[in-house]
């Protein structure tokens, strides 16, 4: 029989598991150093710190101590809670770990010369933007709740002042950034913020970080909810009183994400969580009716032509599949999570576990064609711990 017969015929019996691309994808990461670092001029390789001379960068961007970073760490500590293996872990623990032990030099030998988030560990001990100590403080405090070490502590400590106390805000308290355009709500800036409350709220045990996050998403959402489209803006501009131009889909993303993780640890008799149900329902109704017949999602949302882009796909995958396991979304919806994931593991996770077509870091702008144009990636930063929370969400939800 001829080979395209068989694979014709049996191929569904050779398709790898969920279980089985997800560690594709997460055995890849663990091939990524934490711990090197690369000369600038002479390209030589360097571990240990002490008495080098020339300027330095990281090894990997998987080293970075970027917000992507933090969403990665979080996804392999679940991860190596779902599958029982401990590798998977280890690997948040020593990035973090490799934070502590490195930060410290390179801001002694930081000269002001650039943007902090320009400089190696720069947003380790700057805080600036939520960009800076969100995520990643969210990863500091939940590695600590595994390895309790007084340094994590002291950093979550930090983040959670900066966060609730220091961050720049509108009169009503709606957290916002200062650039490139003063005191501008950003979609993205609920996920900096939510994901490091929640995580700080349930490790501490302490009201104060759970109702701030519910206060954060109830007036982000209204700042930036369109109702015609039934999706979210990119932005807000405060001065101006008018939204951005954008529908972005990694935004829309950071926001249903950081309803679910807050559903995940808010007290069932809080008096705002049937609010964040709703929320989370109409959200999800809205993006549903953007999604491509190919199962994914699109860079700009309610544009068609627009490229299909991946991290949104996952973060739409992991809200759905949640919420409808959790109980928050009819079951109806399965549906919409299991053909987008079906399209992610099929047509954008490579056979060496790279993940496909994700958009690169993006600010805001009023030029739609700036959204339009911006590059993907493969295995791009901004992607890798998305795609493993939605296949560990479809593979929760397909044990329902």
């Not at 529908?247 to 069932?268: K, Q, Y």
């Not at 993006?287 to 994914?296: E, K």
Request: one cysteine or more; hydrophobic letters at 40%; aromatic letters at 14%.
């Amino acid at each position: 029989m001829k080979w395209w017969i068989l694979l014709f015929c049996f191929g569904p019996l050779f398709a790898q598991s969920d279980e089985e691309v997800l560690r594709r994808v997460a055995d890849n990461i663990l091939k990524q150093p934490v711990d090197q670092f690369i000369g600038v001029q002479s390209g030589k390789v360097y571990t240990y710190l002490n008495g080098v001379s020339e300027e330095l960068k990281f090894a990997s961007p998987l080293m970075e101590w970027h917000y992507s970073n933090g969403v990665l760490d979080m996804s392999m500590l679940k991860l190596g809670r779902t599958l029982k293996e401990k590798k998977y872990s280890e690997y948040a623990y020593n990035h973090v770990e490799s934070g502590f032990k490195n930060g410290p030099y390179f801001q002694s030998t930081f000269k002001g010369d650039r943007r902090h988030w320009h400089w190696p560990y720069g947003q380790w001990w700057n805080f600036k933007e939520l960009d800076d100590c969100g995520a990643m403080g969210a990863a500091v405090i939940s590695v600590y709740a595994e390895e309790p070490k007084e340094e994590y502590l002291k950093y979550a400590e930090r983040a959670a002042k900066h966060i609730l106390y220091d961050q720049d805000r509108l009169e009503d308290g709606t957290l916002a950034r200062t650039a490139p355009r003063n005191l501008t709500v950003w979609a993205d800036d609920m996920y900096m913020s939510v994901s490091f409350l929640t995580q700080m709220g349930r490790v501490s045990k302490e009201q104060i970080y759970l109702d701030a996050a519910v206060k954060q998403v109830l007036q982000m959402t209204e700042y930036l909810w369109d109702p015609q489209k039934e999706l979210f803006y990119h932005c807000y501009y405060a001065d101006l009183k008018r939204n951005g131009v954008a529908f972005w889909g990694r935004a829309n993303g950071w926001i249903c994400t950081s309803i679910i993780l807050l559903l995940e640890v808010l007290p069932e008799n809080h008096s705002d969580r049937p609010k964040l149900i709703q929320w989370l329902d109409k959200q999800i109704v809205g993006a549903s009716r953007y999604q491509a017949g190919s199962g994914m999602w699109r860079q700009l949302l309610d544009k068609e032509d627009a490229y299909e882009e991946s991290s949104v796909t996952a973060m739409y995958t992991y809200a759905i599949a949640k919420g409808v396991k959790k109980g928050w979304l009819d079951p109806k919806y399965s549906s919409i999570a299991f053909s987008a994931w079906e399209a992610l593991k099929k047509n954008q996770i490579t056979t060496e576990g790279h993940f496909k077509n994700v958009c690169v870091g993006t600010g805001i702008s009023d030029a739609l064609s700036f959204y339009y144009n911006r590059p993907v990636g493969e295995n791009e930063k901004h992607g890798l711990g998305l795609v493993l929370e939605a296949g560990m969400a479809i593979m929760e939800l397909k044990s329902k």
